[in-house]
């Protein structure tokens, strides 16, 4: 009896270390497969959020991609770069690189012509209208 509890504890301590050095190795190489973005374009919201624009390529044969962010305007830009590496979402990803974009108080309109791979118009802090059309 008293050997089987050695043997659970010593698979628990096992199992712990394997996660450990498996976060480990993934933190690591996360900076190194990180896609790089750089801001374009950024404008206030009304007077609590900030319209973030960033551009990025994934290599010589692929087109641009912008992705639009909408972020707390009390943070500065390298707090807003280091959240997109840790996972903040935008709301909008295209390739087309002459969305217009046109913002009222708390409402964004965006009309973009191209490629949307991804749209979400829910933001806590501004109302977001899309038109797009293939051409």
């Known amino acids: 009896m008293h050997r089987d509890l050695v043997f659970k504890n010593k698979n628990i301590f096992v199992l712990f270390m394997l996660a450990t050095i498996g976060y480990g ?6 900076d190194f497969f990180y896609l790089e973005q ?3 374009y950024r404008h206030a919201v009304a007077d ?9 390529n994934t290599g ?3 087109s641009f991609v912008y992705k639009y962010y909408l972020y707390t305007a009390q943070k500065t830009d390298e707090v807003f770069l280091e959240d997109i590496k840790n996972g903040y979402e935008p709301f909008l990803v295209t390739t087309d690189p002459g969305v217009k974009v046109s913002i009222e108080d708390r409402t964004i309109f965006l009309k ?3 490629d949307i791979f991804k749209f979400n118009n829910i933001a806590g802090s501004a109302f977001i209208y899309l038109n797009s059309s293939p051409f």
Do not use: H, P, Q
């Open 25 to 30: 190795i993934w933190r690591m190489l996360g």
């Open 38 to 40: 750089t801001i374009i």
């Open 48 to 56: 609590k959020s900030m319209l973030y624009i960033t551009e990025s």
């Open 60 to 62: 010589a044969t692929t």
């Open 112 to 114: 973009v012509s191209g």
